[in-house]
């Protein structure tokens, strides 16, 4: 039994033995072996791979795809003509000499490290590159030449960092946001200004629209009254002539409606009073048909 056991041992310890010695190179990696802390070999080639067990070496892996590093939140950059601008850029890198790499990243392999080094340096390209040119070669005619010439000046740092520099791009130029607000605010005080500009011309033209309208209003009342009272006067002279001759052909009739209309005008409200003798009176006559005009039908043949 006991010799059951210490052949199980044996073997699960040859196992891990083994296991330890044996390690797997991804092709997106660089594997490098170290031996008591020194850089025995790196393996660019994928594939399975035999080591001595640790402590005498162990391995770490290195990426070795395109790696980008955007452009951090940094100051602005001046142009040649000292105006101020925030340019953001990114860099396609990845690593080319995985042992230069380690040796200038403090003797590590994280990348984080490395990408703050590479930025100062892409900064310093991108500044030099910048106050050589305006605003108007940023934005048009040399952006190109920019992004290339900051690509030249990286490759000699980037050997010494043991990275390749892919390309490099300029994502955006602006002007740095205190000089943005100003031109919106500017901006906007300006389209006020148009604004209330259009306001009081279409208030002018709107009290001119209502003077003309006033005025042509006045002058249709004015014509349409005088056309009236024209109408008026023919017609109050027709109707005068109409009662003239009336009149005319029976003097007693017109007597007896004028007596009409004069009671017609004294009794215009309810409240009228008049006290009258029916014995005297011409009306009341006329009501019991002994006034004169009721016996002028008798005159006539």
Do not use: C
Request: charged residues 30%; without cysteine; positive net charge.
């Amino acid at each position: 039994m006991n010799r059951i056991g210490f052949v199980i041992s044996t073997v699960l310890l040859a196992l891990a033995l083994l296991s330890s010695m044996l390690f797997v190179v991804d092709q997106r990696q660089f594997g490098v072996v170290y031996s008591f802390g020194q850089i025995k070999e790196v393996i660019t080639e994928p594939g399975l791979r035999f080591k001595l067990p640790p402590p005498f070496q162990n391995v770490v892996f290195l990426d070795r795809r395109v790696l980008t590093l955007d452009s951090p939140e940094t100051g602005s950059i001046q142009t040649a003509e000292k105006k101020n601008l925030v340019i953001d850029w990114l860099v396609k890198w990845r690593i080319a000499d995985a042992k230069q790499f380690i040796r200038n990243n403090s003797g590590g392999v994280n990348i984080t490290t490395a990408e703050s080094r590479l930025t100062s340096v892409v900064q310093d390209a991108l500044k030099n590159e910048v106050n050589k040119r305006t605003v108007r070669d940023l934005l048009a005619g040399e952006r190109e030449k920019v992004m290339q010439g900051v690509q030249k000046r990286l490759a000699d740092d980037a050997k010494t960092f043991g990275i390749e520099i892919v390309d490099v791009r300029i994502k955006r130029v602006d002007y740095p946001k205190e000089v943005v607000d100003s031109v919106y605010r500017r901006m906007e005080s300006e389209r006020k200004q148009v604004a209330n500009e259009l306001r009081s011309t279409g208030q002018a033209e709107g009290e001119k629209v209502r003077a003309d309208a006033d005025r042509q209003r006045e002058v249709i009342l004015a014509e349409a009254y005088r056309d009236a009272q024209k109408v008026k006067g023919e017609g109050d002279a027709k109707a005068s002539a109409i009662y003239a001759e009336s009149f005319g052909r029976d003097p007693q009739f017109a007597q007896f409606y004028r007596s009409l209309e004069a009671y017609k005008s004294t009794f215009n409200k309810k409240g009228d009073m008049m006290v009258l003798d029916p014995a005297g009176s011409e009306f009341f006559k006329a009501l019991r048909g002994n006034a004169a005009p009721a016996a002028a039908p008798s005159g006539r043949k």
